[in-house]
């Protein structure tokens, strides 16, 4: 083997190393972050379009007007602190719960 292709082959080596344990994982990352936010823009797109779907079902079905056309305003607000709520809880209660670290008593 000659002598002045071995440094050609170590920097290539050095290369191709680094390109798989950064580039390849960051590209990854990339696309599990795309599709992720993706998927939770759409289901807050859809939770806000049910949301107005049962304010508007509940204008038109109840007959409440006048002074207690705000009933369904009520209504779909406590709905939407339900969902947050049960968002919250789902967030704080999933994987991320069980790989802290457990807090030791004194």
């Not at 292709?5 to 290369?15: E, F, K, W």
């Not at 107005?52 to 079902?57: E, I, S, T, W």
Request: charged share 15%; glycine share 8%.
């Amino acid at each position: 083997m000659p002598e002045d292709t071995a440094p050609d082959d170590i920097a290539q080596l050095v290369v191709d190393y680094v390109r798989q344990e950064t580039v390849d994982p960051l590209r990854s990352l990339g696309q599990f972050l795309s599709w992720g936010i993706l998927g939770s823009l759409l289901i807050a797109l859809g939770t806000v379009l049910l949301l107005v779907g049962v304010l508007r079902l509940l204008q038109t079905e109840t007959g409440l007007t006048g002074n207690l056309s705000w009933i369904p305003y009520l209504i779909v607000a406590v709905l939407a602190i339900i969902v947050m709520a049960l968002a919250a809880w789902r967030v704080t209660a999933g994987p991320a719960a069980r790989r802290s670290i457990p807090k030791t008593g004194s």
